[in-house]
C-alpha cells in the first residue's frame, strides 16, 4: 500500500460528494456491535464499486473516516516498551522500529467507508503497510505487558496439572 494515502482519501470524498450518497464524517467502525462484512480489497481494490453496491442495495448513508499517524501513538508504544517482558535486545530492536515509523507523522495511514444495513455493517478498508506495522508491534507490546498472561495460564491447568476437585 501507498506510503501515504491522502490523494485517495481526497478521491473518495469528491466521488462521495458527486454520486449524492450523504457523508457522515465518523469514528472508526470495527468496535461496532452489527455483525460486521469486510469488503474483499484485494480482489475488487476500487472504492467506487463498494459505494455503488451499497446505494444499489438501498443505504442511505456512507459514514467515512479517516486516521491521520500521530506520534503520540509510537510515545504511548514507548512507555509499554519499558514494561514490556523483553529482552534488552528486543526492546532495542521494538525502540528502532517504532522511532523508523516517526517519519509518518502526519500522513493519512487508514481509509475505511461503511454502511449500516439490514442489521449489519458493511466495511471497506485501507491500511498502510507501515500501519499495519505498528499495530502488530502494539499488538506485541499488549502481550508482553499483561500482567495476567501467566497467571491466567496456571489458573486454566488447575492445581494439578489441567485436573480439579469439585470438593
Given at each position: 500500500m501507498?506510503?501515504?494515502?491522502?490523494?485517495?482519501?481526497?478521491e473518495m470524498q469528491a466521488h462521495l460528494e458527486k454520486s449524492g450518497m450523504p457523508i457522515?464524517?465518523?469514528?472508526?467502525?470495527?468496535?461496532?456491535?452489527l455483525i460486521q462484512v469486510s469488503w474483499d480489497t484485494q480482489g475488487?481494490?476500487?472504492?467506487?464499486?463498494?459505494?455503488?453496491?451499497g446505494r444499489k442495495s438501498g443505504a442511505?448513508?456512507?459514514?467515512?473516516?479517516?486516521?491521520?499517524?500521530?506520534?503520540?501513538?509510537i510515545d504511548e508504544a514507548l512507555?509499554?516498551?519499558?514494561?514490556?517482558?523483553?529482552?534488552?535486545?528486543?526492546?532495542?530492536?521494538?525502540?528502532?522500529?517504532?522511532?523508523?515509523?516517526?517519519?509518518?507523522e502526519g500522513?493519512?495511514?487508514?481509509?475505511?467507508?461503511?454502511?449500516?444495513?439490514?442489521?449489519?455493517l458493511y466495511l471497506f478498508e485501507l491500511r498502510t503497510d507501515w500501519y499495519d506495522s505498528m499495530r502488530d508491534i502494539l499488538n506485541e507490546l499488549e502481550v508482553a505487558s499483561d500482567p495476567f498472561s501467566?497467571?491466567?495460564?496456571?489458573?486454566?491447568?488447575?492445581p494439578i496439572g489441567g485436573y480439579f476437585s469439585n470438593n
Open positions: 501507498a506510503l501515504d494515502l491522502e490523494t485517495l482519501r481526497k457522515f464524517f465518523g469514528h472508526h467502525r470495527m468496535l461496532d456491535s475488487h481494490p476500487d472504492f467506487r464499486e463498494f459505494i455503488e453496491t442511505k448513508l456512507v459514514v467515512f473516516n479517516q486516521t491521520s499517524f500521530q506520534l503520540d501513538q512507555e509499554e516498551l519499558e514494561t514490556a517482558d523483553f529482552t534488552r535486545e528486543e526492546k532495542r530492536h521494538f525502540e528502532t522500529r517504532l522511532k523508523q515509523l516517526q517519519a509518518y500522513f493519512t495511514c487508514s481509509l475505511q467507508l461503511s454502511f449500516a444495513l439490514e442489521g449489519r501467566d497467571e491466567e495460564e496456571e489458573e486454566e491447568e488447575g
